[in-house]
């Protein structure tokens, strides 16, 4: 089968640092993904690791170590509008079209 | 330029009936792929189309079928609705070459009662 799993909830305070992993056993892998998603959304795309190591956009990084089928998003300076739902998502096919996500991790940011 | 536009945004249907939702994606994307997400979840695969061809289909019955049309925009029907339909029905769009990121509509939320 196929399943990816990340933590359901994180809680940080305002100006904090965390990070939301997201292990994965798929049939393919391209790539790993993330998404973030404010309550009845679009999802919106923050980052795509297609080799190992970090990738940095901003306050956000990704990580991927493919040998250990396991990445990382890591958010810095959090703000109050950094609440939101956090998705890996799997390319496990070569394309972007066809994504298997995750469960999703609440992120709560508290003054 | 206009982000990937789905309609309608909400809709409510009877257990049986039959729904049509509807996806335009950005101009020049020719891959338009449809998802479902159930509250608390993430979003399941349901269909890609590329050029007005199936290019995958996730685990989901013979009553959900999809199509493109030629200028690329897309349509989900789902028959005999069960109330386990009832979700955020996603619509996405893709580029092509160096192709990293999917880009989401804002959906269709379908309540089946």
């Known amino acids: 089968g196929q399943s990816l799993e990340q933590p359901s909830e994180v809680t940080a305070v305002e100006g904090a640092i965390v990070q939301i992993n997201c292990t994965y056993q798929t049939s393919g892998f391209y790539g790993l993904s993330w998404y973030q998603q404010h309550d009845g959304g679009a999802p919106t795309f923050l980052s795509y690791n297609a080799l190992d190591g970090l990738e940095e956009t901003g306050r956000f990084s990704s990580f991927l170590s493919r040998s250990d089928s396991y990445g990382y998003l890591l958010l810095q300076e959090l703000q109050m509008k950094d609440s939101a739902s956090y998705f890996c998502?799997?390319?496990?096919?070569?394309?972007?079209?066809?994504?298997?996500f995750g469960q999703g991790t609440t992120l709560q940011v508290k003054p | 330029d206009a982000g990937v536009t789905q309609s309608p945004t909400h809709l409510i249907k009877t257990r049986g009936q039959q729904v049509t939702l509807r996806c335009s994606p950005i101009?020049?994307?020719?891959?338009v792929s449809w998802y479902q997400q159930v509250l608390g979840q993430g979003p399941q695969f349901i269909f890609q189309?590329?050029?007005?061809?199936?290019?995958g289909r996730g685990n989901f019955p013979d009553r959900f079928s999809a199509r493109q049309f030629p200028n690329y925009s897309s349509e989900l029907n789902v028959n005999a609705l069960l109330l386990g339909d009832s979700a955020l029905y996603l619509c996405?769009?893709?580029?092509?070459?160096?192709?990293?990121?999917?880009?989401f509509g804002q959906g269709t939320r379908l309540t089946v009662v």
């Open positions: 996405a769009s893709s580029g092509t070459g160096d192709n990293t990121e999917a880009f």
């Open positions: 998502a799997v390319d496990g096919s070569g394309n972007t079209g066809k994504l298997i």
């Open positions: 189309y590329y050029e007005k061809e199936e290019r």
């Open positions: 101009s020049g994307h020719k891959s």
